[in-house]
């Protein structure tokens, strides 16, 4: 089971990944690992399936759809973890990675900007910076220009 918290990181927010849905698969992973690296499945990739899953209402999994759509492959997330030489703090990374990956695809967009003017004295500002900018490269050019 996953959990992913919510844009608050509240409880309320919270999205539960069901045990079930989640398939674990384990390999030999390179880089450091003594005597142990040849014979030790370290790796872990975790995948779960989001566009069957069931954990999920329709608006939120339209979401991760079209958020994860260039990691997903047939509508599933498969994330791989092999920094660690244990199995078990691995599964921990990916499960970790799973969560964070699925929580930030998953947040309400944030509300849309609303469209304001500057103020005058901001318009008059920039305006009175680009003049004296602009003297201030004339004066660099040269004079028979």
């Known amino acids: ?14 999205l539960v990944l069901p045990a079930e849905e989640l398939r ?38 339209e979401r991760l759809l079209e958020a994860l759509e260039g990691r997903l492959v047939d509508g599933v997330l498969v994330v791989a973890a092999s920094q660690h030489r244990q199995q078990r703090r691995n599964r921990s990374a990916a499960r970790d990675r799973l969560a964070a990956l699925v929580a930030s695809a998953a947040a309400a967009p944030p509300p849309a900007r609303r469209v304001t003017r500057i103020s005058a004295g901001a318009g008059r ?4 910076a680009k003049r004296s900018r602009s003297s201030t490269k004339a004066l660099r050019r040269r004079p028979d220009w």
């Open 1 to 14: 089971m996953v959990t992913v918290p919510g844009r608050s990181g509240r409880a309320a927010g919270r």
């Open 125 to 128: 500002r920039r305006a009175e």
């Open 24 to 61: 674990w698969r384990f390999s030999r992973s390179s880089g450091p690992g003594g005597q142990g690296v040849n014979t030790a499945d370290s790796r872990v990739e975790l995948s779960w399936d989001v566009a069957g899953s069931r954990a999920l209402d329709e608006a939120v999994r």
